[in-house]
């Protein structure tokens, strides 16, 4: 299979601190892993792992302060004029809240069509029968097209974000945990619509959360990501069936099951999630490791293949 997206060594750092005493928040550090077409990868982690800024990195939306993003084999940090502006194209993003990223001053119709007039994809007199085809690919109908962002549920705003993501024909769409505002039954049915879309239009996703059991519907390769970096990587059933790394088993057995006569053993974690702009020597999860040794502290550990595809950044 063709590989969409490579993303190799990418660092970002931010600085914070005043002028005199300037420090570095290590947000993405050296950060490796390739998306096929048509796949969806996944994105987990605590919050502040560093995901969000992560997908952002992808998209261009932030520049790195090392590494490379490759889509379609062209470095999109490189890329400019005409280059650029028909990556941006291909790239999309659905972010988190939908109302904030919706302008409230734009009914349905210009929120939409506007992208696709700034691209010529579509002319004035075909724009609403092309916006209303997108609307109901998402479950909308066109009687939605005059609407503002405030007249509609939560859930909507999230299909009309989405069917915006659509307009462009994207080849690649980032998805920054597109359903943590939903109730549990509209996620059901936003992922189900993001799952019969792709399925449509063999479109690739890199699909961020926290929530693992979302994550494990949803991706066919997930990472799992601490304090900045990936700690392992490797194909869904595979990392739930057998994973490796302590922070990842520690991730999966907190998961909900929806049977109270089964009982899954926690494994708990201690101690605080160390500061982004101090990392600690060593394995960055070397603190909070109930299986940590000496050499943990001392020596950091590679991402390295542990089976096929499956990669993972420990001593033990």
Do not use: W
Not at 71 to 79: A, E, G, H, M, Q
Not at 124 to 150: A, C, W
Not at 188 to 211: E, G
């Amino acid at each position: 299979m063709n590989t969409t997206l490579k993303v190799k060594n990418l660092v970002k750092y931010f600085p914070v601190g005043g002028i005199y005493r300037k420090k570095m928040l290590h947000a993405v550090d050296n950060v490796s892993f390739n998306v096929l077409k048509g796949e969806t990868f996944g994105l987990v982690g605590e919050s502040g792992c560093g995901k969000t800024t992560l997908g952002r990195l992808i998209l261009r939306l932030l520049q790195p302060s090392a590494g490379e993003v490759r889509f379609k084999d062209v470095n999109v940090f490189r890329l400019k004029g005409i280059l650029s502006r028909r990556n941006r194209r291909e790239m999309q993003i659905i972010f988190q809240d939908p109302l904030s990223s919706l302008n409230p001053r734009m009914n349905v119709r210009d929120t939409i069509g506007y992208p696709m007039k700034i691209h010529h994809m579509a002319k004035e007199e075909e724009l609403d029968e092309k916006i209303s085809q997108l609307l109901e690919k998402v479950g909308l109908s066109r009687e939605f097209l005059k609407r503002y962002p405030h007249e509609f549920s939560s859930g909507q705003r999230q299909r009309v974000v989405i069917a915006r993501a659509l307009a462009l024909e994207p080849e690649l769409i980032v998805l920054d945990e597109p359903t943590s505002a939903l109730d549990v039954c509209v996620q059901a049915q936003i992922l189900n619509n993001l799952k019969d879309l792709q399925k449509a239009s063999n479109i690739t996703y890199v699909f961020i959360s926290h929530n693992l059991a979302v994550i494990r519907y949803m991706c066919d390769v997930i990472a799992v990501m601490y304090l900045g970096k990936i700690v392992e990587l490797a194909p869904t059933e595979t990392l739930f069936g057998s994973c490796r790394h302590p922070y990842a088993q520690a991730l999966i057995s907190a998961i909900p099951i929806p049977d109270p006569e089964t009982k899954r053993k926690r494994i708990p974690l201690s101690g605080e999630i160390p500061s982004p702009i101090d990392p600690p020597p060593g394995c960055r999860f070397s603190k909070r490791c109930p299986k940590a040794t000496s050499v943990c502290f001392e020596s950091e550990p590679e991402l390295v293949e542990v089976e096929k595809e499956h990669l993972v950044s420990c001593h033990q």
